[in-house]
């Protein structure tokens, strides 16, 4: 079992930065694949990002790449989500999760967000003025 506790949400005005952190129990936190998924009002959980057990390996959806980057820490049960020059449509809830496996990039994008997790935290709000 793994719960999982985000962090670090908050107002932000577009073109600004925020470090999102997610902290996560047990003792096992290094045999997971930890991603970072988002949900909008009126719309369904989307994938954002995810890291390899062990870090060497990640996979971001296109509308992130180049903004945001995805880190962990196993020695601290962490892991990391750095968002750069937000835009107002990245308001969300962002949520944690933990997953027994690590999968292609398109399993990712297309279905993790319902079925590729086995762990997820309470979500942080993010939300970005214009």
């Known amino acids: 079992q793994v719960q999982l506790v985000e962090s670090g949400g908050g107002l932000v005005q577009a073109g600004g930065s925020l470090r999102l952190s997610c902290a996560a129990s047990g003792r096992t936190f290094s045999s997971y694949s930890m991603g970072w998924f988002r949900q909008s009002p009126g719309k369904d959980r989307e994938f954002v990002a995810v890291?390899?057990?062990?870090?060497?390996?990640?996979y971001y959806a296109d509308f992130v790449k180049g903004r945001f980057t995805i880190s962990r820490d196993n020695a601290k049960n962490s892991v990391y989500l750095q968002m750069n020059s937000l835009k107002p449509e990245d308001t969300a809830v962002y949520y944690c999760?933990?997953?027994?496996?690590?999968?292609?990039?398109?399993?990712?994008?297309?279905?993790?967000?319902?079925?590729?997790?086995?762990?997820w935290g309470k979500g942080t709000l993010v939300a970005v003025s214009s």
């Open positions: 890291i390899s057990w062990s870090g060497g390996s990640t």
């Open positions: 999760a933990a997953g027994t496996r690590y999968y292609s990039g398109t399993f990712y994008y297309t279905q993790a967000a319902k079925y590729g997790m086995d762990y």
